[in-house]
């Protein structure tokens, strides 16, 4: 699962945000444009400026002659001119000359000038043009300007910036249609390029928006299934029922599957690789319900954690002496399972609580040490396996360590990993090998928006922090919680999204690993978890651009709702790499081929951390290539001299992946199978898979 129980080591930039980043680094809607319909533009009137508001007539010096209110009292509401009034003659009423005729020829001239000039007005005063919802938006900040003079010149720039063009693309698009539309829009003038692959940034929800729930709903009772044979094992209603639920305890299943969960002991792993790195997490032994500071004289919600280093078999010595004091120190109450002795200090009246070493993070990725420990997991059901064709992370193309590979955790009682949700919110498995038990709580997936104000409160970074929820707090709260035992040979089921955390109550070994069932709930929360990420300046691991085109080259869904939002994603993605070649074309930067090697890593721009699909920038002087995404070269060079442009997928593969890719025939669904899917691959004649 790559559970990280502390605040990573590794720095991330935090670059102060400018306009060019401002659409993908904030919770609110984006003021940059953002893509609409025909049918969603609309009509904007928009006031003209020429140096004076308007109704109001030009100064000059020679106005040092005239009543400076001339037409105050004329303008009307929206700004239309009204009647000139008596104060408008400089003599306040009489002629110049005293002459009563002289005196109203004068007046009469004057009006027929002041009515010239209102005329002249009218015409130039308003301009009313069509105008995309974008743009509208983008009004609230004129319009705080309004009563300020501006010049022609700002006005015209102002307004070029407003109808600044965007490809409007839609799903019915084939790939030469989005490119088209591209060309016809020309590149962005002012580099921003949208790179958001959802109509609005995900929010998390609140807890006022969510339904009160009773004292017994904040204690549900955990969902358990007893799975007594294979049939059951590779049973659809198994699958249906763990995809229902936030988190799933499954007994008996590694037994019916025939499953050595031996090779998973300590005596095992020594026996196999000795000198195999394992990661060491320093933590206070304490009771699941109470987390201490350092300090030991408040409880906190931050969970101390010191990081090291040593081998399986160091460890191993470790695990045996903490065992051996133990049995000499409880004697007959010894158990696998020991009661926590929870002693205070007399002088001080602080609890005293021992320091432990929790081993976490042992990758057994590679096949020929661990060949025998992969196979073994081979025999789970399809949908629970490290590796299957209805795994999306087994589409991703490459490893990616304790996600679709297998990671061993190594345990003393009290070892705790801290509360998290699962990278991408894809789910879990984890298998107890025991001897003794582990210690569960979960929150479904709903309630992390007031989980995460809870981390506000408590000064803990939701998900750059290291934390442990008091029970009370949720309680307060309001948030449900799910708290259960673990048995040595029972699965735990993460389903999508759920928030946990997890104590060894005993000495026991878990391995464990994620999974993605192909369904369009864990797609879509992949995909809005990735968006969200963006905003908290947070890598996300799973690059879902990446492995949204992947998974259209490998498989065909018959979900049409998946089918949509996979499509959708392309479609997104194939119009951002149209406008970043377009811009990089008409800044005169070269464009080059770079290609793409069997299982290399996705690239990540160095700056920001985003994913970055196909189109990336490098600076040409440089021995060694960091890559960067648009809008942080641009931040480091605004007109982009001496930077290169790199390509790694050929633009007419993509358009022919895109278009391939096409909604299977689903099935209908039987009593016995009613969560049948159809996968392929596109470029082969339709067969059924697992």
Not at 655 to 673: A, E, I, M
Request: glycine letters at 6%; a neutral charge; aromatic letters at 8%.
């Amino acid at each position: 699962m790559g559970v990280n129980t502390e605040i990573p080591s590794r720095e991330r930039r935090n670059l102060p945000l400018s306009e060019e980043n401002g659409s993908a680094k904030r919770f609110k809607p984006s003021p940059s444009p953002v893509l609409v319909t025909k049918e969603e533009s609309s009509l904007k009137i928009r006031i003209s400026r020429y140096g004076t508001a308007p109704g109001r007539s030009q100064q000059t010096a020679a106005t040092s002659t005239k009543s400076p209110d001339k037409h105050a009292a004329g303008s009307g509401r929206n700004g239309s001119p009204g009647r000139a009034t008596a104060s408008s003659s400089p003599s306040g009423g009489r002629g110049v000359t005293g002459s009563p005729r002289l005196a109203r020829a004068a007046a009469i001239a004057a009006a027929n000038e002041i009515k010239k000039e209102e005329n002249a007005q009218d015409i130039k005063m308003c301009e009313v043009r069509v105008s995309n919802i974008s743009s509208i938006k983008n009004e609230k900040s004129e319009s705080s300007q309004e009563t300020k003079p501006t010049s022609n010149s700002d006005v015209k720039s102002e307004t070029a910036a407003d109808q600044q063009p965007r490809p409007n693309v839609r799903f019915d698009m084939t790939s030469s249609e989005i490119l088209e539309e591209c060309d016809r829009v020309g590149p962005p003038k002012d580099g921003i390029i949208p790179t958001s692959l959802l109509p609005d940034t995900p929010m998390p929800k609140r807890r006022a928006n969510l339904p009160k729930l009773s004292a017994a709903q904040l204690l549900p009772a955990t969902p358990c299934v007893h799975v007594k044979t294979q049939s059951e094992a590779f049973s659809p209603q198994l699958l249906e029922w763990c995809l229902q639920r936030p988190i799933t305890v499954i007994r008996g299943l590694p037994q019916v599957c025939d499953m050595d969960l031996s090779l998973y002991t300590t005596k095992s792993l020594v026996e196999t690789h000795p000198n195999h790195p394992v990661e060491i997490r320093s933590q206070l032994e304490q009771s699941s319900d109470e987390n201490w500071d350092p300090s030991l004289k408040e409880q906190v919600w931050y969970c101390t954690s010191s990081r090291s280093h040593t081998t399986i078999s160091k460890y191993a010595e470790y695990l045996s002496t903490s065992y051996k004091e133990a049995k000499e120190r409880l004697g007959s109450e010894f158990s696998v399972n020991p009661k926590l002795d929870l002693k205070t200090d007399p002088e001080t009246g602080l609890p005293i609580r021992r320091t432990i070493k929790f081993g976490t993070n042992c990758d057994l990725s590679d096949e020929k040490k661990w060949g025998r420990q992969i196979e073994e997991l081979m025999k789970l059901p399809c949908w629970l396996r490290v590796v299957s064709a209805g795994n999306m992370l087994s589409h991703v193309g490459h490893q990616i360590l304790g996600m679709n590979t297998i990671q061993l955790y190594m345990k003393v009682p009290r070892s705790r990993t801290p509360g998290h949700q699962e990278n991408n919110n894809f789910a879990a498995v984890n298998v107890n090998i025991g001897p003794g038990d582990s210690e569960w709580f979960g929150v479904p997936d709903e309630y992390w928006g007031p989980l995460q104000e809870l981390c506000e409160k408590n000064k803990v970074d939701y998900l750059h922090g290291s934390w442990w929820p008091k029970m009370e707090d949720l309680r307060e709260a309001e948030i449900p919680c799910y708290r259960f035992m673990q048995r040595p040979g029972e699965v735990v089921f993460v389903n999508t999204g759920c928030v946990h955390w997890v104590q060894a109550a005993g000495w026991c070994n878990n391995v464990a690993w994620n999974t993605g069932p192909l369904t369009f709930r864990q797609y879509t929360t992949a995909i809005e978890r990735y968006e969200w990420n963006k905003t908290q300046k947070y890598q996300s691991i799973v690059a879902m651009v990446f492995l949204t085109w992947n998974m259209a080259r490998n498989i065909r869904v018959t979900d049409e709702n998946l089918y949509e939002a996979m499509k959708k994603t392309m479609m997104h993605s194939l119009r951002m790499t149209g406008q970043m070649r377009l811009f990089a074309q008409d800044r005169g930067i070269p464009i080059r081929f770079h290609g793409r090697g069997p299982n290399e890593p996705v690239n990540y721009c160095m700056i920001c951390e985003e994913e970055v699909f196909n189109i990336f920038f490098i600076k040409g002087n440089e021995k060694k290539h960091v890559v960067h995404c648009l809008r942080c070269a641009r931040l480091a060079t605004k007109d982009l001299s001496g930077w290169i442009c790199l390509e790694e997928y050929d633009l007419e593969e993509l358009k022919t992946v895109y278009d391939n890719f096409t909604l299977g025939n689903c099935p209908s669904p039987t009593g016995d199978n009613p969560l049948q899917l159809s996968m392929v691959n596109n470029n082969q004649p339709t067969t059924s898979a697992e």
